[in-house]
T-cell receptor, first 114, second 114 residues
Framework: KAGVTQTPRYLIKTRGQQVTLSCSPI?????VSWYQQTPGQGLQFLFE???????NKGNFPGRFSGRQFSNSRSEMNVSTLELGDSALYLC?????????????FGQGTRLTVV | DQQVKQNSPSLSVQEGRISILNCDYT??????FLWYKKYPAEGPTFLIS?????DKNEDGRFTVFLNKSAKHLSLHIVPSQPGDSAVYFC?????????????FGKGTHLIIQP
């Protein structure tokens, strides 16, 4: 069974630009969550999508948004990029939303804002 | 305010000995706990989990202990092997993964010495 696939692996953008990251979950998983990892803050929850609906949202500004398609693939968008948005963005998939299920992570997209 | 704390940024253990990684939490609503292992340039890999109705869960060389009254959990790895060298994250969720997704600690870098 293929794991969680995130594209691209690396990205360099300029301040003020916008960026879209993609995540394909494990086949059969309907929940996709996004996390931001930075050296200072660790792993922080951005949002979760389940069956094309945003279920949960972390404490991030509205510049961070996402969506999920009918095949469970998800995209995350960041508009008006700031230097502080440089981070590793991780996507995780699970079979259920909530519940006692494990989340399986992709390798992440390393975003650098210059 | 950190709700999940891993107070040891790093831990060095000799090969063959027991590694004990600790994690404390402050949110009494957390009822599901997980440990993830992360190598550089890869996403976190799920290791083991425990729900609040249990105080111990074992999987091969990995055992997680939960002390709800102390709001403390620990991961024991016995015996420690060189491949165990990685960063270990403790994570917690409320109501089995509810509104805030997974809340992560900042990680402990485990170094297994030959």
């Amino acid at each position: 069974k293929a794991g969680v696939t995130q594209t691209p692996r690396y990205l360099i953008k300029t301040r003020g630009q916008q960026v879209t990251l993609s995540c394909s979950p494990i086949s059969g998983h309907r929940s996709v969550s996004w996390y931001q990892q930075t050296p200072g803050q660790g792993l922080q929850f951005l949002f979760e999508y389940f069956s094309e609906t945003q279920r949960n949202k972390g404490n991030f500004p509205g510049r961070f948004s996402g969506r999920q398609f009918s095949n469970s693939r998800s995209e995350m968008n960041v508009s008006t990029l700031e230097l502080g948005d440089s981070a590793l963005y991780l996507c995780a998939s699970s079979s259920e939303s909530g519940g006692y299920t494990e989340a399986f992570f992709g390798q992440g997209t390393r975003l650098t804002v210059v | 305010d950190q709700q999940v704390k891993q107070n040891s940024p790093s831990l060095s253990v000799q090969e063959g000995r027991i590694s004990i990684l600790n994690c404390d939490y402050t949110n009494s609503m957390f009822d599901y706990f997980l440990w993830y292992k992360k190598y550089p340039a890869e996403g976190p890999t799920f290791l083991i989990s425990i729900s609040s109705i249990k105080d111990k869960n074992e999987d091969g060389r990995f055992t997680v202990f939960l002390n709800k009254s102390a709001k403390h959990l620990s991961l024991h790895i016995v015996p420690s092997q060189p491949g165990d060298s990685a960063v270990y994250f403790c994570a917690a969720s409320a109501e089995g993964g509810g509104a805030d997704g997974l809340t992560f600690g900042k990680g402990t870098h485990l170094i297994i010495q030959p």
